[in-house]
């Protein structure tokens, strides 16, 4: 819940100029809801920008106040959308069971969903993260086909590790992406496992993005604080590549 129009716009318009000349790396902004419209004009003729939003509704139109559906964020050209967020999962008390329902929503319209997993400080002191990423991941992705499931993104969030002081490791990322992808694999096949990307959602910043996105099972980054500055985020993709 960050940025007016004219800040998102100050924003994308930052990320157009510094970003111009990479063509290596998918690159997606989500803005808040207000602003989808206004930015989806800016980055109109951009080639490297995707526009994305930071929630959905499961249904499809009618008598859910307040609520934002796919085929409403298809009218402003996104193409992505952040599912089951943390701060959702925490805040609003999203379930596992309503994130799949969102997902294939999503899928229904041609929407990519980004799926968010992750364990909190409390569950990763009590040894509880392969246990409580199981969870999440096979419930969150419930339901999907295989076809589906490759054009889903999953997001590794370590709660623990957002805001806390603490930092998780390379090797910690590594270790829970390699086990989201094997949960995956379980689930649909090696195929599919190989192709979805997991991305690493746990405090990214310019001076981390190289080393982490180096490790076999991280295949991008979702950026929380460090995307609200032009050059920062900038910084992130072009250590990314």
């Known amino acids: 819940m960050n940025k007016t129009v004219a800040e998102a716009l100050d924003l994308v318009r930052g990320l157009k100029i510094e970003l111009a000349s990479v063509k290596e ?10 602003a989808l419209s206004e930015v989806s004009k800016a980055i109109l003729e951009t080639k490297n920008i995707r526009l994305g ?27 992505y959308v952040i599912l ?7 805040y609003q008390k999203e379930s596992d069971a309503l994130i799949a329902k969102k997902a294939a929503a999503a899928h229904g319209a041609s929407l990519k969903p980004i799926v968010c997993v992750g364990e909190t400080l409390a569950e990763r002191e009590a040894n509880q993260m392969e246990q ?3 969870t999440q991941v096979r419930g969150s992705l419930a339901g999907l086909t295989k076809e589906q499931m490759a054009e889903t993104i ?28 094997g949960v995956i694999a379980k689930m649909f096949d090696d195929n ?12 990214v910043k310019p001076s981390n993005a190289r080393e ?17 500055e032009a050059r920062s985020f900038a910084d992130i993709i072009k250590n990314s590549i």
């Open 212 to 228: 982490l996105m180096s490790q076999p099972d991280v295949d991008g980054a979702l950026v929380g604080g460090a995307s609200l």
């Open 84 to 90: 089951g967020h943390s701060e959702r999962r925490q």
């Open 154 to 181: 999953v997001a590794y969030e370590p709660v623990w590790a957002i805001g806390t002081g603490k930092t998780a490791t390379t090797q910690q990322a590594q270790d829970a992406h390699a086990f989201i992808r």
């Open 132 to 134: 409580v990423l199981d």
């Open 25 to 34: 790396v998918d690159i997606v902004v989500c803005p808040p809801f207000t």
């Open 192 to 203: 599919v496992a190989k192709k979805v990307r997991i991305q690493y959602g746990g405090s």
């Open 53 to 79: 939003a930071q929630n959905m509704s499961e249904h499809n139109m009618g008598a859910y106040t307040g609520e934002i559906a796919a085929g409403m964020l298809k009218e402003f050209s996104v193409r």
